[in-house]
């Protein structure tokens, strides 16, 4: 089993609608990164968190320390959020990641 | 902004060759790591360096070294490509508990 696990593996969705990524980890962390990855490569972090509720524009990211769970929120989709999302933990050295989310938005 | 420069965003090289891929990052960054991405694997960490001629292994050291003679410079070397290292390479770099910042990724293939 992997240390952290992401779902769904692929989204797809209409332009609008509201979207939900979870991510469940099993090991003891420092704090939870949110990254997005477009088509060609680069990775932007959106979130660092440890605790609570972050909101940035569209996007809310949310994380339980108790069930060891995090969730990312898009609301009001949009054709350019289509990307790789992942989720990554950070222990006690190093970051782990999740397998990442596809996530398409349709016009 | 923090900027992290990968020095090509495309390279084929062939196989037996000695490969050199450079990251520079702009922000006094102490902390610098080099990741491999690979369909269904995910990021793997390959090696990473908290000071200047500093470095540890990562989970997938194996088939790479690497060079931290300048703060801002972290090189990755592949002694001897070999078709199994065709790979999306990622440097990344971080202060204390910050966030991480990534470069633009080196799209490697080796023949």
């Known amino acids: 089993k992997n240390e952290v696990e992401q779902s769904p593996q692929n989204l797809t969705a209409q332009e609008g609608e509201f979207i939900t990524i979870n991510c469940s980890y099993s090991?003891?962390?420092?704090?939870l990164h949110w990254l997005q990855q477009h088509p060609g490569g680069g990775i932007v972090s959106l979130f660092m968190l440890s605790s609570g509720k972050k909101k940035h524009g569209r996007l809310i990211a949310t994380i339980n320390i108790q069930e060891k769970h995090s969730s990312l929120h898009i609301t009001a989709s949009h054709p350019r959020d289509s990307a790789v999302y992942i989720c990554?933990?950070?222990?006690?050295?190093?970051?782990?990641f999740g397998q990442g989310t596809r996530l398409t938005i349709n016009p | 902004d923090v900027k992290v420069t990968q020095s090509s965003r495309y390279l084929v090289k062939r196989t037996g060759e000695k490969v050199f891929l450079e990251c520079v990052q702009d922000m006094d960054h102490e902390n610098m790591f080099w990741y491999r991405q690979d369909p269904g694997l995910g990021l793997r960490l390959i090696y990473f360096?908290?000071?200047?001629?500093?470095?540890e292994k990562g989970d997938i050291p194996e088939g790479y070294s690497v060079s931290r003679e300048k703060k801002e410079r972290f090189s990755l070397i592949l002694e001897s490509a070999s078709t199994n290292q065709t790979s999306m390479y990622l440097c990344?770099?971080?202060?204390?508990?910050?966030?991480?910042?990534f470069g633009s990724g080196t799209r490697l293939t080796v023949v």
């Open positions: 090991v003891g962390i420092s704090a």
């Open positions: 360096s908290y000071d200047v001629k500093m470095k």
């Open positions: 990344a770099s971080t202060v204390g508990s910050y966030g991480y910042t």
């Open positions: 990554a933990v950070k222990g006690a050295q190093k970051l782990v």
